[in-house]
């Protein structure tokens, strides 16, 4: 099948391992499900950080339904993902109503400018507008960083010096979209760690400034989650919806982990839509997250690559 291969599927690939190539030993050919079977099950999807309530509701369903080899294991588990991550699923803001805003925050190192540089490509691609604001003041190279992804893609970079307020960055990045008649601004933030308040204050404070320029910026406020933290992405996502309010998640670096589960963990558990999966360094190495494609791209045989 065409794209079934797909670039998600090799973002996946450590996951994937993990819990397919389990799940195939699972039951010995011929033999039966035991109490053990499930014990194993359960220990699989944990260890993927799939979450312990969307294991045990995996679990029930699959018992449930009388699964009586791996293939209906793997069945209920497609079919009930499937089910769990579309009762969370929202897509992104498109900029029809522009400028589009993105304010783009998450703590230190966890994929924010590269997957503003990935969002940047996309939106450029579609031949339209893009400016990016470099709020991470910060950080010495942070805004050296931004400039040159934004040379790359072809977007425009509003900036002030370093150690400068990052919402004053923010108001005139607003500002500039709009006299500039930009489709898409990209707000990019400094790393902070969750348990700041200080910071988390800070993060609010251009959000305000955003807003004050009109109502309805930003449209989005992504939370960059770097996805081989494991569980700590939930600490994560739920201090930071505190202090601002959250539109999406963008679970960065996939790629690099076997721990892909969290993302159901994260959709489920805390109500916060995933919208976009970094999958790799690159410009193009971002998906949109669609329940679908990631529960076949999760739970389809390793070996079934061509
Ligand atoms: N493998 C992989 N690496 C990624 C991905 N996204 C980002 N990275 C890498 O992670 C590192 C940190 O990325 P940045 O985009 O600089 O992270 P940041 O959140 O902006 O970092 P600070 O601004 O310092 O807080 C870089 O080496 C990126 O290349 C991804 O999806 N996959
Ligand atoms: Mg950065």
């Known amino acids: 099948m065409a794209g079934l291969w797909s670039r998600l599927s090799t973002g996946l690939t450590k996951t994937r391992t993990a819990i397919t190539d389990r799940l195939q030993n699972l039951v010995p050919t011929g ?13 699989i999807l944990i260890a993927a950080d799939v979450g312990v309530e969307v294991t045990e509701e995996l679990i029930d369903a699959a018992k449930k339904e009388r699964a009586a080899s791996v293939a209906d294991i793997k069945a209920v ?4 993902l499937e089910e769990i991550l ?28 590269t997957t503003i540089a990935k969002l940047a490509a996309r939106y450029r691609k579609e031949g ?23 040379n790359r893609v072809g977007a425009e970079v509003i900036a002030h010096q370093e150690g400068s307020d990052p919402a004053a960055v923010a108001y005139d990045g607003a500002q500039a979209a709009l006299a500039r008649r930009a489709d898409v601004l990209i707000v990019d933030t400094a790393g902070r760690l969750q348990t700041k308040k200080n910071l988390m204050q800070e993060l609010a404070k251009i959000h ?54 969290i993302a159901i963990a994260i959709q489920r558990e805390l109500g916060i839509p995933i919208k976009w999966l970094g999958i790799g360094e ?15 791209a999760l739970l389809e045989n390793s070996t079934e690559k061509p």
């Open 31 to 43: 033999g039966r499900i035991q109490k053990e079977t499930w014990e194993e099950l359960e220990e």
């Open 77 to 80: 588990l497609a079919s009930k």
């Open 86 to 113: 579309e009762a969370g699923h929202d897509t992104p803001s498109t900029p029809h109503d522009s400028p589009l805003v993105i304010l783009v925050v998450g703590v230190n190192g966890a994929g924010k400018t």
């Open 128 to 150: 339209k507008k893009v400016l990016l604001a470099a709020c991470d003041t910060f950080r010495a190279a942070a805004g050296e960083q931004l400039l040159v992804w934004a």
């Open 208 to 261: 305000r400034v955003l807003a004050k320029t009109r109502p309805d910026f930003p449209q989005e406020t992504l939370l960059v989650v770097d996805a081989t933290t494991g569980q700590n992405a939930m600490s994560q996502a739920r201090l930071f919806k505190e202090a601002i309010p959250l539109t999406g998640i963008v679970l960065a670096k996939l790629d690099g982990t076997a721990k892909g589960g």
């Open 282 to 296: 690159g410009m193009d190495d971002l998906e949109d997250f669609e329940p679908k494609a990631f529960v076949a």
